[in-house]
């Protein structure tokens, strides 16, 4: 048994010092992730407020309050301005809307009569326009509730979250970000560690040593499992630093679990395809392709609740559809709703990938 052990250990060092010093390898794994995290980042300062120019034209006490309900309603993106700096603004599309509080306001509230706060909106994207659409009567609204008792239209405004936190757009776009690392990471470190085995001749060097073929294999799948889970843990500690992922209590043990189990199912395809190619080249491109793909179809872009019937369709026989809510419930939301079943999902998906791993490694060194 100790000879046994100090095999796969053996065998484990080996493969984490040829990952470290193999840049190929490393960019492969950590490039794709990022480029879609600075996609999200993107996508997330030019949608998650609308940008509008904010013209006040009223000096009076309503007119201000009115201003200030604009500025709070975390929609837009408000720039104060003159009526000239506001069209040059909007015709130099630097805005999407130009709204405008007129100047007697006050005046008109304070009679009860109708007070137009009129809307100038650029009508280029439907997304940008209709968040302006919805936005601004519901910043109107506010202003009336503000009013109280003295107010000619009576308005109650109650809400209740069904989450208990509010899960900014691009925090929301980190952990299915995390999954496609994890994904990237078991998929191309082990195909690469197990084909470079065939390719380097270094395999007939493994067969003739003291090891058993059991430790050779097992060896592998945790070599490349280790380096897999740590890189996941990693990147989920570093957003928990940055507060974009930040489980709590035993939430934290629930989120590992889910990363070990993603873990274990991208190493063990990743140690299939590399002992059935046999040769690095086209294991990158296949392992990378394969990562994305389950990435996208298990809706890592958006909320698969919400995506085209056809695509949840799909997705309901995607491994990572059930890592990616798992983890979500976890860390945003400190809940393990459906937990049992996503668990359940993603340990029978590793078990079947890694025996699909070791079934490869088995024909492909008899």
């Known amino acids: 048994m100790f000879s046994f052990l100090r095999s796969i250990w053996a065998i484990i060092r ?19 992730p990022l480029a879609f995290l600075l996609i999200q980042a993107l996508g997330a300062v030019a949608v998650g407020r609308s940008p509008v120019a904010l013209v006040t034209l009223d000096s009076g006490s309503k007119g201000h309050q009115m201003q200030q309900i604009f500025h709070n309603a975390d929609v837009f993106r408000v720039t104060d301005a003159t009526p000239a700096q506001a069209k040059n603004l909007y015709d130099n599309i630097q805005v999407i809307a130009v709204i405008t509080i007129p100047s ?4 008109r509230v304070d009679a009860h009569d109708p007070s137009p706060v009129s809307v100038h909106v650029n ?14 009567p519901d910043a109107i609204t506010q202003f009336y509730q503000a009013q109280g008792s003295a107010s000619p239209i009576k308005v109650g405004i109650q809400e209740q979250d069904l989450r208990a936190r509010d899960v900014q757009f691009f925090q929301y776009a980190v952990l ?3 999954i496609l690392l994890l994904t990237l990471s078991g998929l191309v470190t082990s195909s690469i560690s197990t084909s470079r085995e065939w390719e380097t001749r270094t395999v007939k060097e493994l067969l003739l ?10 060896g592998k799948v945790l070599a490349g499992f280790v380096t897999t889970f740590l890189l996941g843990l990693l990147v989920l500690l570093l957003g928990a630093a940055l507060d974009w992922t930040r489980p709590t209590g035993i939430y934290w043990l629930t989120s590992i679990v889910i990363l070990a189990m993603i873990a274990l199912f991208s190493t ?58 798992a983890l979500g419930q976890a860390v945003f939301y400190s809940s393990s709703d459906l937990f049992g079943r996503d668990m359940l999902v993603l340990g029978v998906c590793a078990i079947a990938a890694l025996a699909l791993g070791v079934l490869s490694m088995r024909r492909g060194i008899v």
């Open 123 to 136: 009508n280029l994207n439907l997304d940008f326009t209709n968040d302006v659409r919805r936005s601004v």
């Open 176 to 178: 299915p970000t995390i």
């Open 268 to 325: 063990g395809l990743g140690v299939a395809l590399g002992a059935a190619l046999q040769k690095s080249q086209p294991v990158i491109a296949i392992s990378i392709n394969v990562a994305i793909y389950l990435f996208f179809l298990a809706g890592g872009i958006g909320v698969i609740a919400f995506e085209p019937l056809w695509l949840q369709n799909i997705a309901a026989y995607v491994p990572l559809t059930y890592g990616i809510h």
């Open 209 to 218: 040593s003291p090891a058993s073929r059991t430790a050779i294999i097992v």
């Open 104 to 107: 007697d306001f006050t005046q």
């Open 14 to 32: 080996k493969d984490l010092r040829v990952w470290l010093n193999n840049r190929r390898n490393i960019a492969a794994t950590i490039i794709p």
